[in-house]
């Protein structure tokens, strides 16, 4: 209950704009080496592999809080969904990888996995308040960490998308470059 209400006021906040007061540059590298950490022995738990990838230099402007939570929220639906339910694959590792890259104006943050995926037909409603897919149900959550990721990312002026990972889903937050304004030679 206390979870779901924290969630929903955190989206509040970043949609209403309230959050822009907090902007400050950040690296976006150091969120995902961070959040990496944070969640690589729960990984380890479940017997998942968790990696991270992250440029040097991935400047962002904006409230670095959010950002972290939005990613958290992607990295613990990755090792929620993608865990192996009754046996592992052939007796493989699971794994997830978590990038940070700059990619011409943009810096990318993205969580790879290689769970069940969430079909195409259902990739934008899953990222609406409260929807959770038929087939994750037996795991808990509100249906609200891809809302918030979401929100997240628009307050910054990015997107958040899902894609097939072939298998798995790939999800990526999508931020515009921060930092100081570069030539255009
Ligand atoms: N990595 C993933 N793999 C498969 N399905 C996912 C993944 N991430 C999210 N989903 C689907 O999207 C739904 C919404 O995710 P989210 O908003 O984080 O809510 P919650 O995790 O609380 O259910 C999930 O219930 C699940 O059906
Ligand atoms: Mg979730």
New binding site residues.
Partial sequence: MIATFNALLMIARAESGQARGDMKEFDAAEIANDIGELYEPLAEAKGITLKVEADTAAPVNGNRELVSQALA??V???I???EPHEQPLNGATPEIVVRALSEGDRILLT?A?S????PEA?RSR??ERF???E???S???????????SAVARLHGGELT?EDNHP??K?TIALPRGGPVQSAG
Avoid: E, F, M, W
């Fill in positions: 929220n992607l613990d639906n990755a929620k969904y993608a969580v996995d769970g069940p995926g969430i259902d899953v990222v929807v959770r897919l087939q994750s149900r795991r808990p959550g509100s249906g609200l960490g891809l809302s918030l990721a899902l798995g889903l999800s």
